[in-house]
């Protein structure tokens, strides 16, 4: 078993920043790859950043330039840089873990508790 820890969520104002964690324990061993996914009041969630454990990062469109997925150096943390943000940034921001990418970006088998982010005025 994996257990995600997130933190870091709150309320910023549009064009602020804020940078989400993820720890990661427990059978760590079986994960290549982690991520963030979103999802806002009455919509889908979706996948905004991932990363391998090679290090390769892929984003959603809608984040391209704004969000950065990083880890340290130990592979267990992982962090979401969100720079530029904007009121449709709101949603509930959950942490995921896989044993590769196709499976983070389908039906991850780990998922954080969640970490509420607010862009709003």
């Known amino acids: 078993q994996v257990q995600l820890v997130e933190s870091g969520g709150g309320l910023v104002q549009p064009g602020g920043s804020l940078r989400l964690s993820c720890a990661a324990s427990?059978?760590?061993?079986?994960?290549?790859?982690m991520g963030w996914y979103r999802q806002a009041p009455g919509k889908q969630r979706e996948l905004v950043a991932a990363?391998?454990?090679?290090?390769?990062?892929n984003y959603a469109d809608s984040v391209k330039g704004r969000f950065t997925i990083s880890r340290d150096n130990t592979k267990t943390t992982v962090y979401l840089q969100m720079n530029s943000l904007k009121p449709e940034d709101t949603a509930v921001y959950y942490c995921?873990?896989?044993?590769?990418?196709?499976?983070?970006?389908?039906?991850?088998?780990?998922w954080g508790q969640g970490t509420q982010v607010t862009v709003s005025s």
């Open positions: 995921a873990a896989a044993g590769n990418i196709v499976v983070l970006t389908t039906t991850p088998g780990y």
């Open positions: 427990g059978s760590i061993f079986s994960i290549n790859a």
């Open positions: 990363i391998t454990r090679g290090g390769n990062t």
